[in-house]
T-cell receptor, first 113, second 110 residues
Framework: DAGVTQSPTHLIKTRGQQVTLRCSPKSGHDTVSWYQQALGQGPQFIFQYYEEEERQRGNFPDRFSGHQFPNYSSELNVNALLLGDSALYLC????????????FGPGTRLTVT | SQQGEEDPQALSIQEGENATMNCSYKTSINNLQWYRQNSGRGLVHLIL?????REKHSGRLRVTLDTSKKSSSLLITASRAADTASYFCATDNYGQNFVFGPGTRLSVLP
């Protein structure tokens, strides 16, 4: 039973570029949440997808967008990258949008130069 | 600002000692959870305590919750070098998204 997987593991981009991060939820889970974790900080909620729709959103600009596919996998897109977007991006999956049990993936380390 | 705030920011103990870290939050919650993170990797769920519970145990972990003081504590007994990690509390505002604190960095020295 595969857990939450994320790709790529590491990514280096230049300011102004666009990036797409991918997440496959744990088997049986239908909800995906994305978090940004800056170095030395706790994860910050970006948004949550359930039934292919964005259900909740944290305090992040519109440069951050996402998508959920019929197989429940998800993508996080960030446009016009800023140096401050450098962080570990974590994906978490759960069963149902109101579930308390979230399973986290290993994360994607994004570096913006 | 973040909902949860862990205290202390960093803690260094000897193997075999107990480690206690605290979490304070600001608004009413439905439940509070503790997570562990090793070396900037993914988070591992440790324990969940609901707002109507006061204490919960899981192996070497003991969590308390005081809703009147809006605070929680995580006690790790008989610590091991493998317990070295960052520990985060996360609050769930009645089915809304999780809000994490900045974490406590625990170092267990052999």
């Amino acid at each position: 039973d595969a857990g939450v997987t994320q790709s790529p593991t590491h990514l280096i981009k230049t300011r102004g570029q666009q990036v797409t991060l991918r997440c496959s939820p744990k088997s049986g889970h239908d909800t995906v949440s994305w978090y940004q974790q800056a170095l030395g900080q706790g994860p910050q909620f970006i948004f949550q997808y359930y039934e292919e729709e964005e259900r909740q959103r944290g305090n992040f600009p519109d440069r951050f967008s996402g998508h959920q596919f019929p197989n429940y996998s998800s993508e996080l897109n960030v446009n016009a990258l800023l140096l401050g977007d450098s962080a570990l991006y974590l994906c978490a999956s759960s069963l149902g949008s109101g579930s308390y049990e979230q399973y986290f993936g290993p994360g994607t380390r994004l570096t913006v130069t | 600002s973040q909902q949860g705030e862990e205290d202390p920011q960093a803690l260094s103990i000897q193997e075999g000692e107990n480690a206690t870290m605290n979490c304070s939050y600001k608004t009413s919650i439905n439940n509070l959870q503790w997570y562990r993170q090793n070396s900037g990797r993914g988070l591992v769920h440790l324990i969940l305590i609901r707002s109507n519970e006061r204490e919960k145990h899981s192996g070497r972990l003991r969590v308390t919750l005081d809703t009147s003081k809006k605070s929680s504590s995580l006690l790790i007994t008989a610590s091991r070098a493998a317990d070295t990690a960052s520990y985060f509390c996360a609050t769930d505002n009645y089915g809304q998204n999780f809000v994490f604190g900045p974490g406590t960095r625990l170092s267990v020295l052999p």
